[in-house]
């Protein structure tokens, strides 16, 4: 029998099946500003000639306009295409010419835009030349074999412009509710070193999205903080990021965030947690779920085709995560430890005791023991004198609570007009419906208080007065009575950092 050859063949109507992709509403729009940020890669140096004489920078703007049939806009400032490359991008599964940056298949714009909507056209125009391309498509008009782009062409444009705009429309995903919260926050990580570094502005509805990871680290006690570098490579490919342990963590808050190229394909509260270091099933609830954290980049290891996370080839995912397991091993037991059990560093332990030592045996302190004493009559006269000259219309922090019926407000006043040889502390408890603290912020010894330790100082002088309050309402102003009920409120952070 003779051989006989067969082709492979794609018709018109896959773009049909796009609709159905497993996209997100931010993974799709992510193809977009791939796109666009690796227009800008590619022509870095014409760009930030350009954006120099313009006062600008590399700006995507998206925006949904959710009334009547719904239109989801996307447009740039990047480099822009000329007819060639306009073609090109449109060819559905032609990957580009550099295939090591984020668009590298030749497929996300095209299947993000059919997954959107059944309309969609490309406007753009290309730095340094003066022709404007426009190009629309019909996508259930291509499937049925109608794969005209409808072009149209305008020229004598300056060739300083530069931009590409896409709008869609006959939509079949529509955003509302939630889901538009939801793609702020997923879009912000997505791109957040382009937003944190200064080269991308990007807009979502109108608005710059904004960086916020103030991580805060717990810290050793030498007060060094639990985040470290790290770096390895499994076979050729080359693995590198950060880890660390939250002081007060939230399921949310941990797990590795995953970069590709510059830009996360999983971020928190949806980031990749390695069965090896947090357990099956994505991780329980426990400390190292909520605490144990990191950036992992892995330019050189395949990403889906949807860009929202890895696609392992062979064993590397066992590999990786055999030696994020290594790496991360006392970092886990940091932040598994019960904090109300850690114990601290023998040193520091014994340093902070001969620091105290010296102060005791120190001839001032000698001489304040010694000193006459005002009595109580005029301590408490002087107390009050200084709590009514204190403005608390406006306080600095306040609550309140419900105590044998009745509600008592707590007014807590940071108050920098007092002076520095004014009491540390002023209360006021003799009422049942409130407590007042003050607390002076001129005082020599908040000087000597590092930033981070503010917060306990604030505790143990507002617990002071609940303490001294509630004792009143049991009529004793005995000292150990005051000592245990202060105790019982100081447990309550610990209490709040293991839900």
């Not at 350009?50 to 740039?76: M, N, P, Q």
Request: aromatic content about 8%.
């Amino acid at each position: 029998m003779e051989n006989q050859s067969m082709k492979l063949e794609l018709g018109l109507d896959v773009i049909r099946s796009y609709k159905r992709m497993a996209y997100e509403p931010w993974t799709a729009l992510g193809e977009f500003v791939d796109n666009s940020t690796q227009s800008y890669f590619n022509n870095q140096e014409a760009l930030d000639k350009a954006f120099a004489g313009e006062g600008d920078k590399l700006t995507v703007r998206i925006v949904f306009e959710k009334d009547g049939a719904g239109v989801l806009r996307i447009s740039d400032n990047a480099m822009g295409m000329n007819r060639a490359e306009l073609e090109h991008a449109m060819h559905v599964g032609l990957p580009p010419a550099n295939r090591k940056g984020r668009s590298r298949y030749g497929l996300g714009m095209k299947q993000a835009a059919c997954w959107f909507g059944n309309k969609w056209t490309i406007i753009t125009k290309k730095l340094g030349e003066t022709s404007e391309y426009t190009v629309s498509l019909d996508v259930d008009k291509a499937a049925e074999g109608d794969g005209d782009l409808h072009e149209k062409v305008s020229t004598g444009h300056s060739p300083d412009e530069h931009y590409t705009r896409i709008e869609i429309t006959d939509l079949n995903q529509r955003l509302h509710g939630r889901t538009l919260g939801k793609v702020r926050q997923y879009l912000t990580g997505m791109y957040s070193l382009d937003i944190d570094s200064g080269r991308l502005i990007l807009q979502w509805q109108n608005s710059p999205l904004t960086v916020e990871n103030n991580w805060d680290f717990l810290s050793n006690s030498l007060g060094e903080k639990y985040q470290r570098d790290f770096e390895f490579k499994v076979d050729s490919k080359k693995a590198w990021g950060w880890v660390g342990v939250l002081a007060s963590g939230a399921r949310s808050k941990a797990g590795f965030a995953i970069a590709h190229n510059g830009r996360f394909i999983r971020v928190w509260p949806n980031a990749w947690r390695p069965e090896d270091l947090f357990g099956s099933a994505e991780g329980s609830n426990d400390l190292v779920n909520q605490r144990l954290l990191g950036v992992i980049h892995l330019d050189d290891f395949e990403v889906s085709h949807t860009k929202d996370a890895i696609h392992w080839e062979g064993d590397e995912e066992d590999s990786v995560q055999e030696s994020l397991k290594s790496i991360c091993a006392d970092y886990r037991e940091v932040a598994k430890e019960n904090r109300k059990r850690r114990t601290h560093n023998e040193a520091a332990i014994q340093m902070a005791a001969k620091v105290l030592e010296a102060e005791l045996k120190s001839a001032i302190l000698v001489d304040q023991i010694a000193a006459p004493t005002p009595e109580p009559k005029v301590i408490l006269l002087d107390e009050q004198a200084l709590v009514e000259e204190t403005d608390i219309s406006a306080s600095d922090f306040s609550t309140q609570f419900v105590y044998s019926g009745s509600t008592v407000r707590v007014i807590g006043k940071l108050d920098s007009t007092k002076s520095q040889n004014d009491p540390y502390l002023m209360l006021e408890t003799t009422h049942d419906d409130r407590i007042v603290v003050i607390i002076n912020m001129n005082h020599p010894q908040v000087g000597t208080i590092e930033e981070n330790g503010l917060a306990n100082y604030f505790r143990y002088c507002t617990y002071d007065a609940i303490a001294e309050w509630r004792a009143r309402r049991m009529h004793t102003i005995e000292p150990s009575t005051i000592r245990k009920l202060k105790d019982d409120y100081l447990r309550v952070q610990f209490e709040l950092n293991m839900d």
